[in-house]
């Protein structure tokens, strides 16, 4: 239960944020009656809130956002606030209050009794204040406080590959041990993090150890004495496979390296004792059995085993308001190099003076009031002169690298000069900074559950570069964005008004930024307009973050929905809502007309691909863009400015939340449910449904550029690709695909993972354990079991896989679903699937056991194919279409052939089985987002927006008045950070003539010239070889290559006999495998039918080579225009996608393009994008 105390900004958005948390209930009290300036932040009040009490006004607003939490008001008296926080049924609940909130300040004994009784009473105390653009807040968790979980990071799921029963030898070096001592020693998959003493809970065990199941129990490192001149190094590749031996063997290896070294040390008669080293094998750890259970239990381990690290609690003690206002000595700041050098001490004594101003004069600093400013600065000074007499104490004092000096500040006039503006501005807020602090706060109020580091204590944030000088409402003054302009001026509010803006997403971060643009009056302006987009529909799991939805609004378009609300909010607002999403495929619709019109574009997406996607756009037309990012208590913001910054593109993008799981693992050795997910997603379903389709298309549409596309791959890949485009034609053999077509190869794939691969690998890993005399299943390697099949009455799994499997076929090849499951499951028992007989793998006995190995093929195997699909002739195949995976369509069969793959393969290899819910948040790579991150960084992204209209983008030392976030409120103050923007990157090319450029840059050519033009005045011009020139983003597709040059000089030359010559033969037998064949059969084969087969196939080869050369010739010497649209245009047989090339193509006067060049001494070397400008409408 918590009561939050105002209802302006900070309040309301605190509220918002704890009932869409989930809590018991939320408290609100502000009697004081709503003005028009009020709702410039508080989003619940309208025009005829105005005159009433702003609690009032916003309850039944603040109800609808969740039924489940009780929401109401506090009616009481200001003075007996202290004493309501001691009722014990609030609402109700039959409990007290949790924590208390102070949105708005409030005289000193009343914030100093209320803080006291939430101390007394074991109730969390907050204090989140916005004063123009400062802002602080406070947390007090009271004289002792118990943490359950200090990061929110998950804990660690270890399984065990081995457990001995040991002997402690000299050597053994675990702590509390000696010599002689028995321990249990675990061998572990992976290595730990974990801390001698930390708790862990066991899982899996089976036999006589299944008793240990849920138990939890101490561990200790487990470590060994090495001699230091040994120079054992734990990441070599030898040692490392060196301590998957088991435990007595590890310790055989170190015993004899110990005795080695130490017998040489001694017979070399060398002065000084015998250097040795401790070593920590982080692949093992010693369980400790406090339960008086005898250690010789554990020699009854045969296999299985988790172990889950368990994290522990902690206690602290947090001091009261009072001590805290006046002893933190250098209060924390958001901006790291503020605190560093003490910018928090003059918020700190600006509090004080704020709270002593109200003493003397019973009211607060009024607005833009200068006879208020004057006197309270002097009010400040004062109390810091007063401070300073106190050891410990804050005041204005120098401060370097966060530590206070005791020597007096020596820039008195401007913290004089901050003081009087903080006055200025005491009594206005800013609507993201409403938002930053309404969601951090209501984070730390949750951490009162235990979960989460709370803050230590204070946090302060000012960004000053915001004010404007003139101090000035205008004709804003007494209406609803009166307090914005009295922070930013009347100038701003008319620019702001005028935006054209386009926000790409609305979902939890797109509502939280629609709200805020409605509040600031942005794009309020006739001709203005702010566009947002979005192709999804609200889901009812979108309710517990997306504010702007209730339960009527699902099934409904996200964009449509929210744009409605905040319209209702701010009717002047010029909104135009989309269902389209931003990417390749929607370049006809958002178009060059469209982005040159907009002042900025705004992320709000939860997806790299499309955020890359924006950002290239963003770099082609020059506009600012505003990122984002939530992952649970994480959040991240960056500013990106033209010629100003890096670009999102310029990072490295990386998932910390993914761990590599080695290859053998998931093809061979699962041990974990993850590890069934990820071959789910990775194996079945990314090759089956999206891998293939696409190659087989590929193939079909355009065998030549499939050919040149395949030679780049790897041969795993190329084997892959040939085999199931194979597959594919097999399929389309007997008749046209239908459904019985789609569950006969959902029935192959059946059979193929779960029975045959099984029974495989069964079989070679016994016959492996045969050969060597070892037991092979051991540890973390478990025996398989094959599924089951009964044609006549199918398993209820088998069903389920093959409905989910068929149907996704059925969408790849265009025919019609099959969802009625009595007549699917009729459809199956009627085709009589049978499965394949089972022979053994004949062969050498192999399985992949390293982390690295890969998947090994025959050259000759690829070669064949190719040859064999190079003769065939494509006519009469089927279209087809990948299955790109989307998580949010449960229509799709996606998440429902993952479960069932994922529970198959579980189940063959005893794993326990996933929930449909977990599978979808990890295959779907989901985190779920929370409202108070959201909220939070939203906040602040706000912030940087105004800046961006302000202009300040375009002034002297830009990037030191911008701010980029990196924020994990999970932590505390240890992950609070907000840092200036990171300058262009500039990107070394390698040619003197261009030798660094940015991502904002682009080489301008103008005018059509031919291919070879081309080339030509880009070599010239930067004194570089062109190797390749293609579309930009599209290296699949080719312009123009180097090496197509060198096939002018190719030959194939047939003569009259019969005799063929190749010059040069590699390359050409490389390009035409059926030719070497051809070729070496001829010498061999008299005259013939069968000779003038092969002397066909020479002749194909021999005028294939003279397409590809008069194709060339024609591309090379004709309009780089025509160049263009010979490579990039959609065949004929794709007639919607060639009309959207074309539509996308005429909207242009350009081509944009991307080269790879080589500079004078033969080193790769990089040009930025190409712009070619021309007329395309003639192309």
């Not at 015993?255 to 401790?278: C, L, P, V």
Request: some cysteine.
């Amino acid at each position: 239960n918590v009561l939050i105390l105002g209802c302006r900004g900070v309040g309301v958005e605190t509220a918002k944020n704890l009932i869409l948390s989930n809590v018991g209930s939320v408290t609100v009290w502000d009697p004081t009656p709503a003005r028009s300036e009020d709702r410039g932040a508080n989003f619940y009040l309208a025009e005829q809130s105005v005159g009433n009490p702003r609690d009032a006004e916003c309850l039944a607003q603040l109800k609808t956002l969740n039924p489940y939490c009780k929401v109401d008001i506090l009616r009481a008296k200001e003075a007996s606030l202290p004493a309501c926080l001691g009722e014990d049924n609030v609402l109700s609940t039959g409990r007290g209050y949790s924590a208390v909130v102070v949105t708005e300040i409030l005289p000193r004994a009343t914030l100093t009794a209320l803080n006291g009784q939430a101390r007394k009473n074991g109730i969390g105390f907050m204090l989140a204040l916005n004063m123009g653009v400062t802002t602080s807040m406070f947390s007090d968790f009271g004289p002792s406080h118990t943490i359950t979980d200090e990061d929110g990071e998950p804990t660690q799921m270890l399984a065990m590959a081995n457990v001995e029963v040991i002997t402690a030898t000299g050597i053994v070096k675990v702590s509390g041990c000696k010599e002689g001592d028995k321990l249990v020693v675990l061998t572990l998959a992976s290595e730990h993090n974990l801390q001698d003493g930390d708790m862990v809970s066991l899982d899996d065990m089976r036999g006589s150890l299944a008793s240990y199941n849920g138990k939890q129990l101490k561990v200790k490192r487990y470590g060994v004495l090495s001699p230091t001149d040994a120079k054992v190094d734990l990441k070599d590749v030898a040692v490392k496979e060196m301590l998957k031996n088991s435990t007595a063997e590890v310790m055989d290896n170190f015993t004899k390296q110990y005795e080695h070294y130490k017998k040489e040390f001694e017979s070399s008669g060398a002065a000084g004792n015998f250097k040795q080293r401790e070593i920590t094998l982080f692949n093992r750890l010693c369980l400790i059995l406090e339960d008086g259970t005898s250690v010789d239990t554990w020699t009854d381990y045969s296999s299985g085993g988790l172990v889950n690290s368990v994290k522990p609690t902690l206690t602290k003690e947090y001091k009261s308001l009072e001590e805290t206002l006046v002893y933190t000595p250098n209060p924390q700041m958001m901006d790291q190099e503020a605190w560093h050098v003490g910018e928090g001490c003059w918020i700190h004594i600006a509090l004080h003076a704020a709270l002593r101003f109200h003493e003397t004069k019973d009211r607060w600093p009024r607005l833009l009031d200068k006879a208020d400013a004057k006197e309270f600065a002097d009010l400040a000074l004062a109390a810091s002169e007063e401070q300073r007499k106190l050891e410990g104490a804050c005041w204005l004092q120098k401060v370097e690298w966060g530590f206070p000096s005791g020597e007096p500040t020596e820039n008195l006039a401007s913290l004089s000069a901050r003081l009087e503006r903080f006055s200025l501005l005491f009594a206005s807020e800013l609507t993201g900074l409403c938002a930053f602090l309404g969601g951090a706060v209501a984070q730390e109020v949750i951490k009162k559950t235990g979960k989460f580091l709370p803050m230590e204590q204070w946090l302060h944030h000012d960004d000053a570069c915001l004010v404007c000088e003139g101090k000035d409402m205008g004709r804003y003054a007494g209406t609803r964005y009166g307090y914005q302009a009295a922070v930013l001026g009347p100038d701003f509010m008319e620019a702001i008004a005028k935006q054209h803006i386009f926000l790409v997403g609305c979902g939890a971060l797109g509502c939280e930024y629609l709200k805020g643009l409605a509040l600031m009056g942005a794009c309020i302006s006739p001709d203005s307009k702010l566009v947002v987009t979005d192709m999804d529909r609200i889901e009812v799991s979108n309710l517990s973050r997306q504010f702007l939805f209730r339960q009527a609004d699902v099934g409904s378009p996200k964009s449509v929905t929210a744009a409605g609300v905040v319209k209702r909010w701010n009717p002047s607002l010029q909104i135009e809502a989309l269902e389209k999403g931003v990417g390749t495929t929607s370049e006809d619709f958002f178009n060059d007309a469209f982005w040159s019109s907009k002042d900025l574009c705004w992320n709000a997406l939860d997806n790299v691909v499309a955020r890359k996607y924006t950002d290239r756009c963003c770099l082609w037309y020059g506009l600012p863009l505003l990122e984002s990012g939530t992952l649970g208590t994480k959040c991240n913001s960056d500013v990106f400015m033209p010629n100003l910054t890096k670009s999102y593109n310029d990072g490295v993008e990386s998932d910390a939340n993914e761990t590599q799981i080695a290859m053998c693992t998931l093809r061979s050795f699962p041990y974990l449910p993850l590890h069934c997910i990820e071959f789910a997603k990775q194996s079945y379903f990314s090759d089956y449904m999206e891998f293939a389709p696409q190659q087989y298309e590929s193939f079909r549409n355009d065998p030549a550029g499939f050919f040149e596309q395949l030679s780049a791959m790897s041969e795993a890949e190329q084997f892959k690709a040939l085999t199931m485009i194979k597959s594919f034609i097999e399929y389309q053999k007997m008749a046209k695909v239908d459904f019985n077509t789609c569950i006969k190869i959902a029935f192959d794939h059946y059979c193929k993972d779960f029975i045959t691969s099984i029974l495989d690998l069964v079989h070679t890993c016994d016959q492996i354990q045969k050969s060597t005399g070892k037991d092979f299943w051991t540890g973390t390697k478990r025996r398989p079991v094959k599924a089951n099949w009964d044609p006549k009455t199918p398993p209820a799994e088998a069903l389920e896989y093959l409905y989910a499997t068929a149907n996704c076929y059925a969408f790849i090849f265009k025919v019609p679903y099959l969802r009625k499951r009595k007549e699917f499951e009729k459809c199956v028992i009627a085709l009589n699937l049978k499965m394949p007989e089972w022979s053994p793998p004949s062969g050498e006995a192999k399985v992949d056991t390293e982390e690295d190995a890969g998947e090994k093929v025959d050259a000759a195997a690829i070669e064949a194919m190719q040859a064999e699909l190079y003769a065939f002739d494509r006519k009469g195949l089927q279209p087809c279409q990948a299955h790109d995976f989307e998580k949010d369509d449960d229509t799709n069969f996606h998440i429902d052939f993952l479960t069932v793959g994922t529970n198959l393969r579980a189940a063959n290899y005893d794993i326990k089985p996933s929930e449909r819910a977990h599978v979808k948040v990890t295959a779907g790579r989901i985190i779920p987002a929370l409202a108070t991150t959201t909220a939070m960084i939203c906040g602040l992204v706000d912030m940087e927006f105004m800046k961006l209209v302000k202009g300040l983008h375009k002034t002297e030392d830009a990037l030191d008045k911008f701010y980029n976030a990196n924020i994990n409120l999970a932590t505390g103050l240890q992950a609070m950070n907000m840092f200036r923007p990171e300058p262009a990157l500039k990107k070394q090319t390698k040619l003197t003539v261009l030798p660094e450029y940015t991502s904002w840059e682009k080489v301008v050519v103008e005018g059509e010239m031919s291919l070879k033009q081309l080339i030509e005045h880009l070599e010239r011009k930067h004194d570089a070889k062109v190797h390749r020139l293609f579309p930009a983003g599209d290296d699949k597709l080719c312009l123009y290559d180097h090496t197509q040059k060198d096939k002018l000089e190719w030959s194939i030359d047939i003569g009259e006999c019969g005799k063929v010559v190749v010059e040069p033969e590699g390359p050409v037998y490389s390009a035409w495998p059926q030719l070497r064949m051809a070729v070496q059969m001829l010498g061999k084969v008299p005259e013939g039918p069968a000779r003038n087969n092969f002397i066909n196939q020479a002749r194909a080869a021999a005028k294939s080579l003279q397409a590809v050369k008069d194709s060339f010739s024609m591309r090379f010497n004709g309009p780089v225009s025509s160049a263009y649209v010979g490579v990039a245009r959609p065949p004929d047989s794709d007639v919607e996608k060639r009309q959207y090339f074309d539509a996308v193509l005429r909207s242009r006067q350009y081509i944009a393009l991307q080269a790879h060049v080589v500079n004078s001494k033969g080193e790769d070397a990089e040009l930025p994008l190409i712009r070619y400008n021309c007329d395309t409408k003639t192309c």
